[in-house]
């Protein structure tokens, strides 16, 4: 019998519900533009860089320059818009807000005008020139600081002033990407390798600007069961590699690094140093000389966060070559060197900055230089 003393609404239980169905409605067709946008866009080209054949040793760049916004944050910038959607974090006419050395933002503002909502910003007054008037063009806003160790809080701070999101890619780079398959990159590269010479490649070369590329490859070569090394190359002035080689999370540096996009002065929380299986630290004038070959072998200008993974690169080619091995190793161009032409590819900005790239030039020129029989092999 029911107790007639019990108000009803406890007999019921509590029921609070706040399904908007018009809300629901701007988030199904905000996630149905990404994933279209995904089926229109998703792959990019696999070049081959020319070594000579007798070498037994190909390598691969995985042109991620080719995506509409320009860089390898496109995949990333998706990734992070479909996460954010599905978990209920962005709303509509509530703006967005990145902390981003610039290739992010610039293609984090992509998809925030793709799907209608405001963008904001915040990078070092030391980006590029380029990268600000692209995350403008696409209707963002650039919020500038002078220290880029104060992007995050900043970034935090005008999120919560404006009520909107902060998208904080250092933290959800490594979470929101299926590392499983889903045609992320890991997945493209296989399929793209499956019928060449060597189509499992001994090492794939990465760099870290968050870290979750590296994690979304390594976590798919150990899911599908494969021999593949992932190595990481980081750059001068970042605390990725020292706090990989001490197993210190805590791990900082006092200067940013000069090489836009890569590189941090704190290891980032989406960097799993576990997954890791081989960092190399490549000085800046390394990057800078890397790209100037580049250009040559391909025709082909790319960022210096492109430089740093190709020194690594070729440094392998150049131990296995040592050692008698055959195989192949993969590798990215992360963006256009059009973006830098008044940084990278300036004498005068490579100058005022103490970059000079000579030696390192000599020694790629030596390392590509025709084979003579009987001769050692140059390791770069």
Not at 25 to 54: C, F, G, K, M, Y
Not at 152 to 164: I, M, T, W
Not at 342 to 358: N, T
Request: net charge negative; aromatic share 8%.
């Amino acid at each position: 019998m029911t107790d007639t003393n019990v108000p009803r609404s406890s007999l019921a239980g509590e029921d609070i519900n706040r399904y908007d169905s018009a809300a629901r409605r701007w988030l199904i067709d905000a996630v149905n533009a990404v994933q279209s946008e995904a089926r229109r866009t998703s792959d990019t080209h696999l070049l081959q860089v020319p070594l000579p054949s007798e070498w037994g040793v190909d390598l691969y760049l995985k042109d991620e320059s080719s995506h509409p916004t320009g860089s390898l944050k496109h995949r990333l910038a998706r990734s992070l818009f479909l996460h954010a959607l599905c978990n209920g974090w962005i709303r509509p006419g509530r703006p967005v807000v990145e902390a981003s050395s610039g290739s992010t933002a610039v293609s984090e503002a992509y998809f925030a005008q793709l799907i209608g909502v405001p963008f904001i910003a915040v990078v070092a007054g030391t980006t590029s020139a380029k990268k600000i008037s692209l995350i403008e063009s696409y209707g963002g806003q650039c919020h500038l600081v002078d220290d880029a160790n104060e992007v995050y809080e900043v970034a935090a701070r005008l999120a919560a002033e404006s009520g909107g999101h902060y998208m904080d890619q250092f933290t959800y780079a490594e979470r929101a990407t299926d590392w499983r398959g889903n045609n992320n990159i890991a997945e493209s590269i296989f399929f793209q390798m499956s019928l060449e010479p060597h189509p499992e490649p001994a090492w794939i070369v990465a760099t870290a600007g968050t870290g979750g590329t590296s994690a979304t490859l390594a976590r798919y070569v150990r899911y599908t069961g494969r021999s593949t090394g992932i190595c990481v190359a980081d750059p001068d002035n970042s605390a990725f590699f020292a706090g990989w080689r001490n197993e210190d999370p805590e791990a900082t540096t006092e200067h940013g690094s000069r090489i836009e996009g890569i590189g941090r002065q704190r290891v980032e929380a989406s960097f799993i140093p576990s997954s890791i299986d081989r960092m190399m630290h490549v000085p800046d004038a390394a990057s800078i000389a890397s790209i100037q070959l580049l250009e040559e072998l391909i025709g082909r200008r790319a960022g210096a966060s492109t430089g740093t993974s190709l020194w690594a690169a070729l440094r392998i080619v150049s131990q296995m070559r040592a050692a008698g091995q055959k195989g192949s190793i993969v590798s990215l161009i992360c963006d256009p060197g059009e973006r830098y032409l008044d940084k990278y590819y300036s004498p005068e900005w490579l100058a005022e900055a103490g970059i000079d790239p000579s030696d390192h030039r000599a020694r790629l020129k030596e390392f590509m230089a025709p084979s003579v029989s009987g001769c050692l092999v140059t390791v770069i």
